[in-house]
């Protein structure tokens, strides 16, 4: 009888890796080959496929629906704005800040919306991410309803030249990326991470099972909120302005992510990278089109989730038997 070993790594997965190095070393160069208008359509991509990945956590693996996200980008969005003109802080300490706050504000919300399921919890997310836009249209100090620009002292403490504060709003909204994409997955190949997985395939096996769904859980909100926040920094630290409807606009927020992830696949981390690569296609291509556009969109994702359920990744995934990021275990002989 051959004996026979358990890994997780495969010939695919080791060339994804080798690949994805060789892709990141020319992202990081970007600034030096692409033009303005390049780097701040890859700046975006890389933003929105970091809200994808942070959805694709908390709703794919923890079982937490959210349509309320928005909230916490929108939040810190808000804090760096505040910490940067009433403070004084460099905006990139702002951002960080404003996610630890995001962080702590989350344990609270979590709180109250986990007494909550299904639709319900839905719907309890958006109610707490109006909350959020109304109260900020409250702060005059911050522009109210109207919203308010980013002082341009404060724009300048990124570069001295306008070059320059784009390469590194760039760099910032790529090493975002990379370390929600890593985090992620070291997370989810980690004790807590099979504990999710768990949870994800049966909350009734899992608790039989001595796990701690509520904590595994509320880990999962506070640190993905956080990392919202953070992201919300990021973009409003691009856009340069900042009004209530802008921060906290479910479409660009929340339903974009949504289908973002869905058309990719859902509870897969290559399933966000597809997506986003998918959405940002089908944007360039159709968004002279006005109304149309969105109505593409929508027939996109009615069509992926009659014919593909798991997404376009999960259509290839079944296929071909790859992963590009290996978390599940494999059994084969010794070679």
Do not use: H
């Not at 962080?103 to 958006?126: D, E, K, Q």
């Not at 760039?170 to 999710?196: C, E, N, T």
């Not at 149309?292 to 069509?303: F, K």
């Amino acid at each position: 009888m051959s004996a026979m070993t358990v890994t997780r790594a495969t010939r695919t997965s080791r060339i994804a890796m080798i690949l994805g190095i060789i892709a990141l070393v020319a992202l990081v160069l970007a600034p030096y080959w692409a033009g303005r208008a390049d780097m701040r359509l890859m700046g975006e991509i890389f933003l929105y496929l970091s809200l994808a990945c942070l959805w694709n956590l908390m709703a794919g693996y923890a079982g937490l629906v959210s349509v309320g996200q928005q909230a916490f980008v929108g939040f810190g969005g808000y804090m760096l704005f505040a910490l940067t003109t009433f403070g004084g802080l460099n905006p990139v300490l702002a951002i960080i800040i404003g996610g630890v706050l995001a962080a702590a504000l989350s344990v609270p919300i979590a709180t109250l919306i986990f007494r909550l399921r299904g639709a319900y919890f839905a719907i309890g997310t958006w109610v707490i991410a109006e909350v959020f836009r109304l109260s900020f249209a409250q702060i005059q100090a911050l522009g109210g309803g109207s919203g308010s620009s980013l002082p341009v002292a404060i724009v300048k403490e990124l570069g001295a030249k306008k070059a320059a504060r784009e390469a590194t709003s760039y760099w910032l909204a790529l090493g975002a990326v990379v370390i929600i994409l890593l985090a992620v997955y070291f997370f989810l190949r980690s004790r807590r991470g099979l504990a999710l997985t768990a949870i994800r395939d049966s909350e009734t096996a899992a608790s039989s099972l001595g796990i701690d769904i509520w904590r595994t859980k509320l880990e999962v909100y506070v640190v993905t909120s956080a990392f919202t926040a953070v992201i919300g920094g990021l973009i409003f630290l691009q856009k340069l302005r900042i009004s209530p409807d802008a921060a906290f606009s479910v479409n660009d927020w929340t339903a974009f992510v949504i289908f973002i992830v869905v058309i990719g696949g859902i509870g897969t981390l290559e399933g966000p990278i597809i997506g986003t690569l998918l959405f940002f296609t089908l944007r360039e291509f159709l968004a002279d089109f006005g109304t149309i556009y969105l109505m593409v969109l929508g027939l996109v994702a009615i069509v992926v989730m009659l014919k593909a359920p798991k997404g376009v990744w999960g259509l290839i995934r079944d296929r071909y038997d790859l992963e590009l990021f290996p978390l599940s275990y494999r059994v084969r002989e010794k070679e």
